[in-house]
C-alpha cells in the first residue's frame, strides 16, 4: 500500500509518498500538476532501477533519512541516549492530520521516539513552510534534526548560496553540483554577516526572469547547518537544521526553526517574490499594519558617543525640513557610554548627558513632527559595567573567552536575565514615548547554543505583547541577523552598515531575493563614507536609499544647498510613492552590462512600476546596452519617463527618447528589446517610472 499526500498552491505541487509504514519520501516537487494526476501511479513511476554493485532496493530518500534502512548519506536525524549511546532510530507511521495543514506522525516504538513532519502552504505567497518535530519519552540528547528534507533537481548544475562579511552582506557564492556534500554550518550562534541561512537551486538556464529555480530559508537566528549532497546514485538531498550540537542539553523535546521553501518557473525572481511577500505578509507582525513606513533619520554617524542636547536638537530640525519623520538616537545614551569599552547592560539614561532624561530630547522632536526611537543592545554586558560588577555569573561563556567589541554576551536562557533586561527595556518605553527599537547584537556569541536564541525570542516576544505599537529593528553590526525567525519579533532590518551607495546598490540587489522594500533599512550616508572613504554624488546616495526604507544618516548640517535640495526632492518623492512601493514586488533585471545592477519595483496590481538603473562601474562599452523589463502585460500600452533626466551630463549629447519626455510602448517591447538610457558617469542612477494605459 502506498499512502499519497499532495500539496498545491497554484503554482508548484508537492506530492509526499509512503511505501507502506516507512516514512514518506518527495515524489515529486514542481510546478503545478494536472488535479486528475495519479499519485500512486506517480510515485511508482519514480522508482529507480538496480544494478550490479547496488544494494537490491535503493534506500528511500525520505523526509527525514534513516540509517536503519541502510540510507547511503546524512541521516535526518542524529540522536543519542544522555550516557552517549548512538540510538538508531526506525520510524513507522502513526497518524495523519490535514486540518490548518499536513502534518505526519511516525512513530519508534522500540526507541521511545516520535516524529512529526509538517507542512503548510500558503496559495497567496506561494510558500511552502514545513518543520519537523522530535518527542522522545525520556530525555535523550540531540546531534542533528532535519527539518523535512527534499530532493533537489538533478538537471541544476549548480547552487547559489549566501555569504559575506561586515559591510560586504548578502554575496551570492555559486557552487557546482558534484558527488558529495556542500555542507553550510553555522557555528557562531548567531546568523551572522557570514551565513544567511538559505539556498536557491536554479535548474539549468535559469536566469532572473526566467527558467525554474528552487529555494529554501531556514528562519532561525542562532546559526544553521545546511547539507545539499549528491547521493552515489545521482539523487541530490536538501536538508537544513540548526547548526549541529546546538541544543546543549538533554531534552524530551526538539523542534526545527520552519523551513520556508518555494518552487519558481519564472526564475530566481519567482523565488525572490515569494520571499518578500511571505516575509511581508506572513511572518511580520505590523505595529500599526496601514501605515506608510516613515522616513528615519539614524543619528549614528553624525554624533556617535558625542551626545550633546543643543547638537541633537538642531540635527532634528535639519532632518525634519529634509523630511524625516522618525528620529532614532543611537548608541551613547545610558550608564557612561563615551566609547564603546563600557556600560553595555546598565540600560540606565546617562544623567551626564541627559540630566533631565530623555524627555527634553523627545518633547523637541515630537513637536517637530517626528516620532522617537531608541537603540539598545540588549543582549551584551561589558565587564566595565555595573551590571557585570553585580553579575558576573550572568555572562555566556567561560571567563577568559575572547571578547567581541570588548564585550560579552548575556546568557539570555537564564530567567533573571531575561527578566532583568525586560524591567531595564520596559521602564524606558513605559517612561518615554518611544516608538521604535533599534536592536543591536555586535558580537557572535563565544559558544553555540540554541536556547540563547530562544530566551532572546522570548524576551522580544514579552516585550512586544507589554508595547506592541513599539516596532523593532534587527541590527547585528549592520546585517549580522537577518532571517525570518527574528523577524517573527522585528519588523526592519539594518542591512549594512555600509552606506556606500555603491556597496548598498549591490547588497540590496542580493538581498533582495529575500527581503522586500518594507522591512530593508536603506540610508543616505555622509559625503564621505565611513566605512569606505568614498566620494559619491548626493543624487546617486538619495536614490540608491530610495529603493528600500529610507532614511538618513549623516550630519544633515554638512550639507550644501545642492545637496539639500536634491535630498529634499528624493525624499517628497519616495513619500508620493512609498504607498505602493512597500506592497510592490522587487524584480531583479537581467542587464546586459555587468556595470549596470538593475530592479523593477512593479505594483501589486501591476497598473506601475519604477525601474532603478544604478550603473556601478564604467562600462565596457561605449554607450548604454538596452535594459529589458520583465513582468509586463505583453499586449498592453506603458506610459514610461526618465524622471531624473535632469540629471543627464552634458557628455551625454544625443538624442535618446526617454531624455527628452514620456514615451508609450508596449509591454512586448520593452520586455523583448529594452528601455535604451542615456550615457552617464558611473556611480549613477536611473529611475524611470511606468504605468499602464
Ligand atoms: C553597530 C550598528 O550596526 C551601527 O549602526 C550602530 O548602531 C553601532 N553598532 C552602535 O554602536
Given at each position: 500500500m502506498t499512502r499519497t499526500y499532495r500539496l498545491d498552491d497554484g503554482r508548484q505541487t508537492l506530492v509526499l509518498a509512503a511505501h507502506a509504514d516507512r516514512l514518506p519520501v518527495v515524489a515529486y516537487w514542481g510546478a503545478r500538476l494536472p488535479a486528475d494526476e495519479d499519485l500512486a501511479t506517480l510515485a511508482a513511476a519514480g522508482a529507480l532501477d538496480v544494478t550490479g554493485g547496488m544494494l537490491d532496493e535503493n534506500p528511500d530518500l525520505s523526509i527525514c533519512p534513516e540509517t536503519s534502512r541502510s540510507f547511503p548519506g546524512q541521516t535526518g536525524l542524529i540522536v543519542q541516549e544522555t550516557n552517549g549511546t548512538p540510538i538508531t532510530p526506525h520510524f513507522r507511521f502513526e497518524s495523519e492530520s490535514v486540518a490548518g495543514g499536513l502534518a505526519l506522525t511516525y512513530r519508534d516504538a522500540v526507541n521511545g521516539l516520535s516524529l512529526i513532519a509538517s507542512f503548510a502552504v500558503d496559495p497567496q505567497t506561494q510558500m511552502i513552510t514545513c518543520q519537523t518535530t522530535l518527542d522522545a519519552d525520556r530525555p535523550v540528547r540531540l546531534r542533528w534534526l532535519a527539518a523535512p528534507v527534499m530532493p533537489a533537481p538533478q538537471l541544476s548544475d549548480e547552487m547559489i548560496d549566501v555569504s559575506g562579511r561586515w559591510c560586504g552582506e548578502f554575496q551570492l557564492q555559486r557552487t557546482p553540483w558534484s558527488a558529495g556534500i556542500r555542507l553550510r554550518e553555522n557555528v557562531t550562534g548567531r546568523t551572522g554577516h557570514e551565513h544567511f541561512p538559505a539556498l536557491i537551486v536554479p535548474c539549468r538556464g535559469a536566469t532572473n526572469t526566467m527558467g525554474e529555480a528552487y529555494a529554501f530559508h531556514y528562519g532561525w537566528s542562532g546559526g544553521h547547518r545546511m547539507v545539499a549532497e549528491e547521493l552515489i546514485d545521482g539523487r541530490r538531498q536538501i536538508q537544513f537544521g540548526h547548526?549541529?550540537?546546538?541544543?546543549?542539553a538533554p531534552a524530551t523535546r526538539f523542534e526545527t526553526a520552519p523551513l520556508y521553501i518555494t518552487y519558481s518557473d519564472s526564475g530566481l525572481n519567482g523565488c525572490a517574490v515569494s520571499f518578500q511577500r511571505h516575509l511581508r505578509d506572513r511572518v511580520v507582525t505590523w505595529p500599526k499594519p496601514n501605515t506608510p513606513r516613515p522616513v528615519h533619520y539614524n543619528c549614528w554617524e553624525a554624533v556617535y558617543f558625542d551626545h550633546k542636547l543643543p547638537v541633537l536638537k538642531d540635527i532634528a530640525e535639519h532632518a525634519v525640513k529634509l523630511g524625516a519623520e522618525r528620529f532614532v538616537l543611537d548608541d551613547g545614551w545610558f550608564g557612561v557610554r563615551d566609547d564603546d569599552t563600557t556600560s553595555l547592560a546598565d540600560w540606565v539614561i546617562d544623567g551626564r548627558k541627559y540630566p533631565d532624561g530623555l524627555t527634553p530630547l523627545i518633547d523637541h522632536i515630537t513637536s517637530l513632527g517626528m516620532t522617537f526611537g531608541l537603540w539598545f543592545e540588549p543582549e551584551m554586558i561589558n565587564t566595565d559595567s555595573d551590571t557585570y560588577r553585580a553579575h558576573p555569573e550572568w555572562v555566556l561563556g567561560p571567563p577568559d573567552q575572547i571578547l567581541g567589541r570588548q564585550q560579552m554576551v548575556l546568557n539570555m536562557a537564564l530567567p533573571a536575565v531575561r527578566d532583568y533586561l525586560y524591567e531595564r527595556i520596559a521602564a524606558i518605553l513605559a517612561d518615554n514615548a518611544i516608538d521604535y527599537i533599534k536592536w543591536d547584537h555586535n558580537r557572535v556569541l563565544p559558544m553555540q547554543d540554541a536556547a540563547q536564541t530562544r530566551g532572546t525570542y522570548a524576551l522580544l516576544a514579552r516585550l512586544r505583547n507589554a508595547f506592541p505599537l513599539v516596532e523593532i529593528e534587527s541590527c547585528a553590526s549592520g546585517g549580522g541577523r537577518i532571517d525570518f525567525g527574528i523577524m517573527q519579533h522585528t519588523q526592519r532590518v539594518w542591512l549594512s552598515d555600509s552606506n556606500d551607495a555603491k556597496e548598498r546598490l549591490r547588497i540590496q540587489h542580493d538581498a533582495a531575493l529575500f527581503l522586500p522594500l518594507s522591512v530593508t533599512g536603506s540610508h543616505v550616508g555622509p559625503r564621505h563614507c565611513h566605512t569606505s572613504g568614498r566620494v559619491l554624488d548626493i543624487s546617486f546616495r538619495a536614490w540608491v536609499a530610495a529603493q528600500r526604507h529610507l532614511g538618513f544618516e549623516m550630519d544633515p548640517r554638512e550639507l550644501d544647498a545642492h545637496e539639500t535640495a536634491v535630498l529634499t526632492h528624493v525624499t517628497a518623492w519616495w513619500k508620493a510613492n512609498r504607498n505602493w512601493m512597500q506592497t510592490a514586488d522587487i524584480l531583479r533585471l537581467e542587464s546586459a552590462d555587468p556595470a549596470v545592477i538593475a530592479e523593477q519595483q512593479l505594483a501589486a496590481d501591476k497598473s506601475r512600476f519604477v525601474v532603478f538603473a544604478g550603473k556601478a562601474e564604467t562600462s565596457a562599452q561605449i554607450v548604454p546596452r538596452p535594459l529589458r523589463l520583465t513582468g509586463l502585460d505583453q499586449a498592453a500600452m506603458y506610459h514610461i519617463a526618465l524622471i531624473n533626466r535632469d540629471e543627464a551630463h552634458h557628455l551625454s549629447r544625443g538624442t535618446p527618447a526617454l531624455k527628452s519626455g514620456v514615451m508609450t510602448l508596449s509591454g512586448a517591447y520593452l520586455m523583448r528589446h529594452g528601455i535604451t538610457l542615456p550615457w552617464s558617469f558611473p556611480e549613477r542612477m536611473w529611475v524611470v517610472e511606468g504605468a499602464k494605459q
Open positions: 547548526s549541529a550540537g546546538s541544543d546543549l
